[in-house]
């Protein structure tokens, strides 16, 4: 089993900046080596693809954060981040941190966090 909690949402301006950060815990060593990453879920939208970032460190960003938001993790304190630059209303969502367990017991399953608000103000 493996627990994540997402921390480090609230309320910007539109132009501001803020970090999530996403604290692992339980059985981290079945998610250290596989893919880590954000998603986001708009009000009436579906829930969708923010960035992802490897074991090795190789970042995956969709179009429409490029250049604006940065992808890291640090496996050695089991946690994930998403810093956010040049926000604008349309971020505005709740973000879900997402893994992968490659343990045998549970291998394949998805493990999400409960999510942190993001509502930025224009």
């Known amino acids: 089993q493996v627990h994540l909690v997402e921390s480090g949402g609230g309320l910007v301006q539109a132009g501001g900046r803020l970090t999530l950060a996403c604290n692992a815990s339980g059985d981290t060593l079945c998610i250290s080596a596989t893919a880590m990453a954000w998603y986001r879920q708009a009000p009436g939208k579906e829930r969708e693809l923010v960035a992802d970032i490897t074991s090795g460190g190789a970042p995956y960003y969709t179009d429409s954060v490029k250049d604006r938001f940065t992808i890291a993790r640090d496996n050695a304190k089991n946690t994930l981040y998403l810093t956010m630059n040049s926000l604008k209303p349309e971020d505005t969502a709740v973000y879900f941190c997402?893994?992968?367990?490659?343990?045998?017991?549970?291998?394949?399953?998805?493990?999400w966090g409960k999510g942190a608000l993001v509502n930025v103000s224009s």
């Open positions: 997402h893994a992968v367990s490659n343990c045998p017991l549970d291998y394949g399953m998805d493990y």
